[in-house]
């Protein structure tokens, strides 16, 4: 029975998270839940999974939230603050944590979780983007165990070595294959992105997911943060990690050996596959989605990524070989300027411009303490919030 905590329980991750949970009620137990403001679909997951600990960031909501449960006899302790984000990481009853916080917020709670020795599902990119050698560095002292949940790293992680840990390098491994969709806009004319509207772009043609990683898959971030989550999860340097342009989502990421073998690992794209993975590790166990139908698929197309179509994927190789803080600089830039268009405050053309303008005029420290890192994201945000309103 392993005793798991759910950072971001209410999002697409979250909610994949406790539905393969549910299927194996004789090997998870739910000890935590949090979210940031649903509080109805929090709500109803205490009412199923009864935790004995349920965290929302504002009090005002918790004490709705508290007040629901009492009124059931349902004895879940309910907290509020981003401090209890990092308490119920730490818990000593728990065992298993799954990072679904989006964004920079998810940082310090999946960091705590790292230094506390815990079995870290990492399905929020940006904490490793953000912190890069600080938090491997947490994951080896610790003793931690560190498993990838994004698709793509998932793949890379089931097509490694046996026996293999994240976080050390393969050295029978010549290339990693990072696969991508290309999102909604592959064949759209260039001239016509720059009308593009926040509902076009988080049109997703094979995944779905919320709004901020839709418009990231549609710019090819979201793929540019992975490369920078590959390069440390693996141990690799950035140019032996190629991006591929893979429309049909099947194959989720590939490794190329020295010998000239290439290992894929294939499925439907559905989150629960890449989740049950790392929740039976190093076990297996059903997740709930359907088989692949190969004779559906039909056809498996590949081709290399345009970096005019997709500046953002251009920026974040520059910011791996940056190194420092730049990274945290690239996706603190990246998270205001997507907010900003899906305010519909700017273009869509005009997110790798603030990224760009943040990366140019934010100078980067050595990342070398958690203090340097949230200061370059401060700095970063900053500058982007400047720029933006230079372009209204």
């Known amino acids: 029975m392993k005793r798991l905590c759910v950072l971001g329980s209410t999002g697409s991750i979250g909610v994949s998270t406790l539905d393969v949970a549910g299927r194996h009620p004789d090997r998870y137990r739910v000890v935590a839940l949090t979210a940031n403001s649903n509080l109805e679909r929090l709500y109803e997951q205490c009412r199923r999974f009864q935790p004995p600990f349920a965290v929302m960031i504002d009090a005002e909501p918790a004490a709705e939230l508290r007040k629901r449960l009492a009124s059931e006899g349902i004895g879940t302790e309910v907290l509020s603050g981003v401090e209890a984000l990092e308490e119920v990481a730490v818990l000593p009853e728990v065992d298993s944590v799954m990072a679904a916080i989006v964004g920079a917020a998810g940082l310090l709670p999946t960091l705590a979780a790292a230094r506390a020795g815990k079995t870290v599902l990492l399905a929020n990119k940006e904490a490793l983007v953000m912190s890069g050698p600080l938090f491997m560095a947490a994951v080896r002292q610790s003793g931690a165990d560190l498993l990838p949940i994004d698709s793509e790293h998932n793949a890379i992680f089931q097509c490694m070595p046996p026996n293999y840990h994240a976080g050390r390098p393969a050295h029978e491994v010549r290339r990693i294959l990072l696969t991508a969709s290309g999102g909604p806009f592959l064949r759209k004319g260039l001239h016509e992105l720059h009308d593009v509207t926040p509902d076009e772009a988080v049109a997703h043609p094979n995944w779905v997911m919320g709004r901020k990683i839709s418009v990231d898959s549609a710019t090819m971030m ?26 049909q989502s099947v194959i989720h990421s ?19 596959i890449p989740i049950a993975h790392a929740m039976a590790w190093p076990d297996r166990f059903d997740s ?88 370059s994201d401060r700095l970063a945000r900053e500058a982007a919030h400047r720029y933006i309103a230079t372009l209204n």
């Open 288 to 375: 709930g989605a359907d088989p692949l139908d190969l004779f559906s698929v039909s056809r498996l197309d590949f081709e290399a990524p345009d970096f005019d179509r997709f500046p953002c994927l251009q920026r974040a190789y520059d910011a791996v070989k940056a190194g420092g803080s730049m990274p945290a600089i690239l996706n603190a830039g990246n998270e205001i300027a997507v907010a900003a268009f899906l305010d519909e405050q700017i273009r869509f053309t005009a997110i790798p411009d603030v990224i760009s303008h943040c990366m140019n005029t934010v100078e980067p420290n050595r990342a070398e303490s958690i203090e340097e890192v949230l200061m």
């Open 254 to 272: 590939m490794v190329d050996y020295v010998d000239g073998t290439v290992l894929a690992q294939m499925g439907n794209p559905d989150m629960r």
């Open 222 to 247: 979201n793929k540019g943060l992975e490369l920078i989550e590959a390069c440390l999860l693996f141990d690799t340097p950035a140019d032996k990690v190629q991006v591929v342009i893979h429309p």
